[in-house]
């Protein structure tokens, strides 16, 4: 039996916890479903790192369904207080450490790194230094490395797809970037892309179009269902989705950069400069009334409106690339798309007219990410081998 090692970076983050959980509970060796079970030897967050070469104790916690990693502060608290945590003033020092960990122990080249931090710390050194000067493998759900670094960046980074993952970038780990890269590898050229890849706007865009609720008061309920990011304007400036975009386009083989995307955020970008979230709150009220005509128009008119993302060729195939609001027919692949779920439509030299190819995915929640996480993981082991099937009573 030969288990996968793997680090978690953003481990006590909300992806993080809840990718450690779900390979607590299904994937470990002590299950004897899998041939290459999962191992987790070290957490990682902005101060420190949690390493055990035969793995962590805290699975167990995990296994057993205990409070402890239920509350993310909870969570936090007990890592920090453990004796093996290993504190660092900066990121790079930590992530030296975590590499100078593995080598004292003996693991050089059998280890995973899995990137689930939110984003905000830049990773894109780290990506680069796992894949130009190690023998180690990274799945990431970070879309910063790949989408505001230059084009040679990502080249570089995704050059390896046996060692670098990065499926969970767009829509939470659907298809989407696997079928854009089997398109570039057997020189299949996309042409046209266009999508919804926000479950967040998703669901403003319906419940808008429902006419009940102003959008200040649906913006309120997004935030405390726990749709939203922590600050809302993160959703609404329309950058997630420019960076979900500029990785499709890329993934086609296009050399692309978010600044080549023409961006209408969701409310004016006035809203944006306001840093208190309590503030931006009570001012956003004034985005209302504009929301409701826009709607309502498009209603009157026979069509609904959604917030997309587009890619296409012009005359000179050269790429062309916005994100913003479309007025389309509810009838329509986009136009019938309800709740928070997400679309894409992408269409090939072949994959086009009544083949274009269809993905259409749940909104990423932190359950969805880390099961798209787990299959990225899948896709690393070199000699997968499938779990011994129990036969089901009826």
């Not at 996309?190 to 479950?199: H, L, M, N, P, R």
């Not at 649906?218 to 990785?247: F, S, W």
């Given at each position: 039996?030969?288990?996968?090692?793997?680090?978690?970076?953003?481990?006590?983050?909300?992806?993080?916890?809840?990718?450690?959980?779900?390979?607590?509970?299904?994937?470990?060796?002590?299950?004897?479903?899998?041939?290459?079970?999962?191992?987790?030897?070290?957490?990682?967050?902005?101060?420190?790192?949690?390493?055990?070469?035969?793995?962590?104790?805290?699975?167990?916690?995990?296994?057993?369904?205990e409070?402890?990693?239920?509350?993310?502060?909870?969570?936090?608290?007990?890592?920090?207080?453990?004796?093996?945590?290993?504190?660092?003033?900066?990121?790079?020092?930590?992530?030296?450490?975590?590499?100078?960990?593995?080598?004292?122990?003996?693991?050089?080249?059998?280890i995973?790194?899995?990137?689930?931090?939110?984003g905000?710390?830049?990773?894109?050194?780290?990506?680069?230094?796992?894949?130009?000067?190690?023998?180690?493998?990274?799945?990431?759900?970070?879309?910063?490395?790949?989408?505001?670094?230059?084009?040679?960046?990502?080249?570089?980074?995704?050059?390896?797809?046996?060692?670098?993952?990065?499926?969970?970038?767009?829509?939470?780990?659907?298809?989407?970037?696997?079928?854009?890269?089997?398109?570039?590898?057997t020189?299949?050229?996309?042409?046209k892309?266009?999508?919804?890849?926000?479950?967040?706007?998703?669901?403003?865009?319906?419940?808008?179009?429902?006419?009940?609720?102003?959008?200040?008061?649906?913006?309120?309920?997004?935030?405390?269902?726990?749709?939203?990011?922590?600050?809302?304007?993160?959703?609404?400036?329309?950058?997630?989705?420019?960076?979900?975009?500029?990785?499709?386009a890329?993934?086609?083989?296009?050399?692309?950069?978010?600044?080549?995307?023409?961006?209408?955020?969701?409310?004016?970008?006035?809203?944006?400069?306001?840093?208190?979230?309590?503030?931006?709150?009570?001012?956003?009220k004034?985005?209302?009334?504009?929301?409701?005509?826009?709607?309502?128009?498009?209603?009157?008119?026979?069509?609904?409106?959604?917030?997309?993302?587009?890619?296409?060729?012009?005359?000179?195939?050269?790429?062309?690339?916005?994100?913003?609001?479309?007025?389309?027919?509810?009838?329509?692949?986009?136009?019938?798309?309800?709740?928070?779920?997400?679309?894409?439509?992408?269409?090939?030299?072949?994959?086009?007219?009544?083949?274009?190819?269809?993905?259409?995915?749940?909104?990423?929640?932190?359950?969805?990410?880390?099961?798209?996480?787990?299959?990225?993981?899948?896709?690393?082991?070199?000699?997968?081998?499938?779990?011994?099937?129990?036969?089901?009573?009826?």
């Amino acid at each position: 039996m030969s288990e996968q090692k793997i680090i978690i970076l953003g481990g006590t983050g909300n992806v993080g916890r809840e990718l450690l959980s779900q390979i607590s509970q299904y994937d470990s060796y002590h299950l004897k479903k899998h041939h290459n079970p999962t191992n987790v030897i070290a957490l990682a967050n902005s101060k420190g790192f949690l390493f055990e070469r035969t793995g962590l104790e805290i699975q167990k916690t995990f296994r057993n369904n205990e409070g402890v990693g239920k509350d993310k502060a909870t969570f936090n608290d007990y890592i920090m207080g453990l004796d093996n945590f290993v504190c660092h003033k900066t990121m790079p020092d930590l992530l030296k450490g975590l590499l100078a960990a593995i080598e004292d122990e003996g693991l050089a080249g059998n280890i995973v790194f899995v990137d689930a931090t939110p984003g905000k710390d830049d990773l894109t050194d780290f990506h680069l230094k796992i894949i130009n000067e190690t023998e180690e493998c990274l799945i990431t759900a970070n879309k910063n490395p790949l989408s505001l670094s230059p084009y040679e960046t990502f080249k570089m980074l995704t050059n390896y797809r046996g060692r670098y993952g990065y499926r969970c970038t767009v829509m939470a780990g659907a298809n989407t970037v696997n079928n854009l890269l089997d398109y570039y590898d057997t020189t299949e050229i996309v042409t046209k892309i266009e999508a919804c890849f926000s479950g967040t706007l998703g669901y403003l865009c319906g419940e808008l179009e429902n006419g009940e609720k102003t959008f200040s008061q649906i913006l309120k309920e997004a935030m405390e269902l726990g749709y939203t990011e922590p600050h809302p304007r993160d959703d609404l400036n329309g950058i997630d989705v420019a960076r979900k975009l500029t990785i499709c386009a890329r993934s086609g083989g296009y050399d692309v950069n978010l600044e080549d995307i023409e961006i209408e955020p969701f409310i004016d970008k006035k809203y944006f400069d306001i840093e208190n979230v309590n503030d931006f709150m009570k001012e956003v009220k004034g985005a209302d009334q504009k929301l409701l005509e826009n709607f309502s128009g498009a209603k009157s008119n026979g069509n609904t409106i959604k917030y997309t993302a587009s890619f296409s060729l012009n005359k000179n195939g050269k790429p062309a690339m916005k994100v913003g609001f479309q007025e389309v027919s509810p009838q329509s692949a986009l136009g019938a798309l309800r709740g928070s779920s997400n679309k894409v439509i992408i269409e090939t030299d072949i994959f086009k007219g009544d083949k274009k190819y269809v993905i259409e995915s749940p909104g990423a929640g932190t359950d969805v990410t880390a099961w798209g996480l787990r299959r990225d993981l899948l896709a690393r082991l070199e000699r997968r081998k499938g779990g011994m099937y129990k036969p089901t009573k009826a």
